[in-house]
Each structure stands twice: as C-alpha cells, then as structure tokens.
Nanobody, 118 residues
Framework: QVQLVESGGGLVQAGGTLRLSCAAS????????MGWYRQAPGKQRELVAA???????TIADTVKGRFSISRDYAKNTVTLQMNSLKPEDTAVYYC????????????WGQGTQVTVSS
C-alpha cells in the first residue's frame, strides 16, 4: 500500500501562481512514476504532468510552458509548480502513483481544489 498526502491548492486570480506538493509513504517501489491529474466539473480526469523515478517527465500540452514538475527522491515527494494560471485550470488536482511497469494509476491522493478566478 502507498499513501499519498497532498498539500497546496486554493483560490488565485488569473495570472497567479500556486504550488502543489504530494508526499508518498508506505511500500514504495523504487521504480515508479508520480504525477498530477486534474478533473474539472463534467470532464474526464486528465494527466497534467508526471515524472518517473528515472527522471523522465511528461507534461500536458495545455500546461506546457506554465507548469513544471519536480521530485525529491529522498523524501518521496512530487511538486507541481503552476504559473500563469488561467480560469480553465480550475479543477480538482489529484496526486498519482504507479509502478513504472504498470500502465494504470495504482494509487490516488484525496484531491485538492484549485480555483482560478478571472
């Protein structure tokens, strides 16, 4: 079992900045991928960004150039830095974890609300 605890999120004006952090604990495979997904009302959950234990990063085109993802491998944390936020970034953001060789997300965080006002 892996537990994911998220922090950050909140309300910000368009153009503002937020940072989300997620700490993983439990039985953590050394070969894994941690990342962030988001789900807006009435829409499917979508990948925002992810980074593997090997350092390979994936970032959605919709946030490329504005968001960045980083990991602290010693602390098993992943951070999503969100700059130049837009109202369309409003969603519940979920931390994710999977072993790299598993295609589906195995564990989810509880979700944190990000609201960007225009």
């Amino acid at each position: 079992q892996v537990q994911l605890v998220e922090s950050g999120g909140g309300l910000v004006q368009a153009g503002g900045t937020l940072r989300l952090s997620c700490a993983a604990s439990g039985s953590i495979s050394s070969i894994n991928s941690m990342g962030w997904y988001r789900q807006a009302p009435g829409k499917q959950r979508e990948l925002v960004a992810a980074v593997t234990s090997g350092g390979t990063t994936t970032i959605a085109d919709t946030v490329k150039g504005r968001f960045s993802i980083s990991r602290d491998y010693a602390k098993n944390t992943v951070t999503l830095q969100m700059n130049s936020l837009k109202p369309e970034d409003t969603a519940v953001y979920y931390c994710s974890f999977r072993r790299t060789y598993v295609t589906r997300i195995e564990y989810w965080g509880q979700g944190t609300q990000v609201t960007v006002s225009s």
